[in-house]
């Protein structure tokens, strides 16, 4: 078991501005580290609770900052040792953090290289003669010496090292080629940083021989800053997002990997955690993984949960709560970070902002930020939530995570992805595996293997009857529970199903809708059509695959607005929905009664409980599941609920259908008229139909 770390913050006298002692300028004998949790987190180690600190952690949002600095032009305060030790440990003295980051800028290396370069108050940075044209390459001095130019930053470092007093890890940092590279063409911020990109098209030659002055100098640079004292090191790639894919692995992936490689080799068995922040570019993370660094940071827009599994915990992660949350209430923060640590999991996570903390933002925002990120250490109490990994099922997964962390926001949850037989086989059609739980197999037995404790699923994939030992705890609010269909773009001048030409080919798997749909043409023609949404509507739109359409739950499409797809919405008179069509079911182990709790109190849609339990009442005792056609229409209005239920053959030529009402305000109500509706389905034809059916799934 990892130690626990006491969270503490630095006495006030830590802060003040006194001039360094001939001691505290001298990088050896620094007092020995009490706090090195982010290190170890960044390593990948266990860890006794989540690390985190802030971008812009030392800056205008803070009062005692804005006085320390009145007054003060702003690279005065960089290239002032005590000013800028005094900066950076400000906010160590306020809040809980596991880093300090000392107070410096990424352009001090533009102007190590020659340029000058000014911070304009209200305006940012600004260079009075930026690179304009390839000849003023000549102007930079490419072998310049770090120790000389730059000394101020490693005097500061070891400074505050000492004045740190082992209190936590102190990290170094410097921005990346690319991000350095557009300041130094634009001459000053930009939106689009049209001139910057210009170069890597016009003067590409040029552009990699800048990059390649700018990456030269950071590597000594950084490596100045360990030996200093820097026991972390952060590479900001601010404006890596501005960037194509094509121009990012052309010209900053290279410099990137090379900084991680050649700060590791120039300082061996003394080299330190490496974070890099290329913002805006989390589409590149198996690129960035293979690089040298330990850490790859991710800004909010960012999905830890896609992120996560893709790395598969090669890299350690920080991020990525949204900055804007800063401005909420404590609760929205508490909210916001629970529902970030959920995508990270406990290893190999350091919390942080998406981006940087800005002026407006208030002081206690942080310290919401941080106390939330440590209430959810490794001791906290931590739910699994098993999931598959379809996009559908990740939306409902995240629909559930908030719900919770909502509901409960003491307990840490975490995500666990599962590979069902559904996902792990996509040639079969469904009614050929022969059984139900096709989707929700897997998905039990990690949880009755208590690898999980909650699972999310979509209610109509889950078997009528339960695995001993699990229940449904709850069932959240009903979506469209319509079938759709969707058309082929060359199509896309029809407007119904009438419409489409003879002998159409409509994609499913499904037998309840080819039943029904054979009703209403009987020339269609069927052919299955697996995986996730967004990999049948390619099968739709690609003609060689043959479809003219697909047929699909109106739920899936709308939650993943992909509602403009649906060429016509089918009217349940027309089609009849699968059983819990458009609602989202949790299960847990039945004997994990605060879980189920828990779960009830934050999803359960009491009126669409009512509505599904009947219908899967229905279901289980005719002893079918989603491979066989049964259907159902359902509603509930002033208490009183109408059910109606189909059972029919595979080619939809022999039908059972019946309805019921009744006054329901129970579960147990509801599912005796399930019961009851099903007997009725089952007098005539209906027990002749189900036999047939037996036979079909027996045979296949």
């Known amino acids: 078991m990892a130690e626990v770390i006491e969270f503490t913050t630095l006495p006030a006298d830590a802060a003040e501005r006194r001039v360094p002692t001939e001691k505290e300028l001298v990088a050896k004998d620094f007092p020995p580290l009490r706090n090195n949790v982010i290190v170890k987190a960044a390593l990948r180690q266990e860890v006794p609770h989540v690390p985190v600190w802030v971008m812009r952690q030392a800056g205008r949002y803070l009062p005692e900052f804005m006085k320390a600095s009145e007054g003060i032009d702003f690279f005065t305060r960089c290239r002032t040792p005590e000013i800028a030790c005094q900066l950076t440990l400000q906010p160590l003295v306020r809040y809980h953090l596991d880093a300090a980051i000392i107070f410096s800028d990424i352009l001090v290396i533009p102007q190590a290289l020659g340029l000058e370069c000014l911070m304009i108050p209200g305006s940012g940075p600004n260079f009075p003669n930026p690179i304009a044209t390839p000849a003023d390459l000549d102007r930079l001095n490419p072998d310049v010496d770090v120790h000389q130019k730059l000394g101020y930053v490693f005097k500061a470092i070891t400074v505050t090292r000492h004045r740190l007093g082992g209190h936590v890890p102190l990290i170094g940092f410097a921005g990346a080629p690319w991000t350095l590279f557009a300041y130094m063409i634009e001459g000053k911020g930009s939106k689009t940083w049209e001139k910057a990109k210009q170069w890597l098209y016009v003067h590409p030659e040029e552009s990699h021989r800048l990059l390649r002055i700018i990456t030269d100098a950071t590597i000594r640079y950084l490596v100045g800053?360990?030996?200093?004292?820097?026991?972390?090191?952060?590479?900001?790639?601010?404006?890596?997002?501005?960037?194509?894919?094509?121009?990012?692995?052309?010209?900053?992936?290279?410099?990137?990997?090379?900084?991680?490689?050649?700060?590791?080799?120039?300082?061996?068995?003394?080299?330190?955690?490496?974070?890099?922040?290329?913002?805006?570019?989390?589409?590149?993370?198996?690129?960035?993984?293979?690089?040298?660094?330990?850490?790859?940071?991710?800004?909010?827009?960012?999905?830890?949960?896609?992120?996560?599994?893709?790395?598969?915990?090669?890299?350690?992660?920080?991020?990525?709560?949204?900055?804007?949350?800063?401005?909420?209430?404590?609760?929205?923060?508490?909210?916001?970070?629970?529902?970030?640590?959920?995508?990270?999991?406990?290893?190999?996570?350091?919390?942080?902002?998406?981006?940087?903390?800005?002026?407006?933002?208030?002081?206690?925002?942080?310290?919401?930020?941080?106390?939330?990120?440590?209430?959810?250490?490794?001791?906290?109490?931590?739910?699994?939530?098993?999931?598959?990994?379809?996009?559908?099922?990740?939306?409902?997964?995240?629909?559930?995570?908030?719900?919770?962390?909502?509901?409960?926001?003491?307990?840490?949850?975490?995500?666990?992805?599962?590979?069902?037989?559904?996902?792990?086989?996509?040639?079969?059609?469904?009614?050929?595996?022969?059984?139900?739980?096709?989707?929700?197999?897997?998905?039990?037995?990690?949880?009755?293997?208590?690898?999980?404790?909650?699972?999310?699923h979509s209610l109509k994939d889950m078997p009528s009857t339960l695995k001993d030992g699990t229940a449904l705890a709850a069932i959240g609010p009903r979506e469209d529970p319509r079938d759709v269909l969707v058309f082929n773009p060359k199509h896309g001048g029809c407007s119904s199903l009438a419409e489409l030409p003879a002998n159409a080919v409509i994609g499913t798997s499904s037998a309840r809708r080819r039943a029904q749909l054979s009703v209403l043409r009987s020339d269609l023609k069927f052919r299955p059509v697996r995986g996730n949404v967004m990999t049948r509507l390619r099968k739709l739109d690609d003609e060689a695959e043959g479809y003219d359409a697909l047929c699909l739950a109106a739920a899936g499409l709308k939650r993943l607005h992909l509602d403009g797809r649906i060429s016509v919405a089918l009217s349940t008179q027309e089609s009849l929905h699968a059983i819990g069509q458009g609602a989202i079911g949790i299960q847990v182990l039945s004997s994990d009664t605060k879980v189920f709790d828990m779960c009830h109190k934050a999803m359960n849609d009491a009126t669409t409980e009512l509505i599904c339990k009947a219908e899967r009442a229905f279901l289980r005792n005719i002893g079918g599941g989603c491979s066989l056609p049964i259907a159902v229409r359902s509603t509930l209005k002033d208490g009183q609920l109408a059910l109606t239920g189909l059972l029919a053959s595979m080619d939809g030529s022999q039908r059972s259908e019946a309805s019921m009402a009744g006054a329901v305000t129970t579960v147990e109500e509801a599912e005796a008229l399930g019961l009851e509706l099903c007997n009725k389905v089952l007098e005539g034809e209906g027990k002749a139909i189900l036999a047939e059916l037996r036979k079909h799934q027996h045979s296949v």
């Not at 094509?246 to 590791?264: E, H, N, Q, Y």
């Not at 401005?327 to 508490?334: K, L, N, T």
């Open 225 to 456: 800053q360990v030996h200093a004292g820097a026991q972390l090191l952060q590479v900001f790639d601010s404006w890596a997002g501005s960037l194509s894919r094509d121009l990012f692995r052309t010209f900053a992936l290279p410099c990137l990997a090379r900084i991680a490689s050649g700060v590791k080799a120039a300082l061996g068995d003394k080299a330190v955690p490496m974070i890099c922040f290329a913002k805006g570019a989390h589409w590149a993370m198996k690129e960035l993984e293979s690089t040298d660094y330990d850490v790859q940071g991710l800004d909010e827009t960012a999905d830890p949960t896609i992120i996560r599994p893709l790395l598969k915990g090669r890299v350690a992660l920080q991020g990525n709560l949204d900055p804007a949350t800063m401005h909420a209430s404590d609760e929205v923060i508490r909210q916001g970070v629970a529902k970030m640590m959920a995508g990270f999991g406990s290893t190999g996570h350091i919390a942080n902002l998406g981006h940087g903390m800005t002026p407006t933002m208030e002081p206690r925002c942080v310290k919401a930020f941080v106390d939330a990120v440590h209430a959810y250490s490794t001791a906290s109490p931590v739910v699994r939530i098993g999931t598959r990994s379809s996009v559908l099922a990740m939306w409902q997964t995240r629909w559930a995570l908030d719900k919770l962390t909502k509901s409960h926001p003491g307990v840490r949850f975490t995500v666990v992805k599962i590979t069902s037989d559904g996902d792990a086989n996509l040639a079969l059609d469904l009614d050929k595996f022969g059984k139900t739980g096709v989707f929700t197999d897997a998905l039990e037995k990690a949880l009755l293997g208590k690898e999980v404790d909650i699972l999310v």
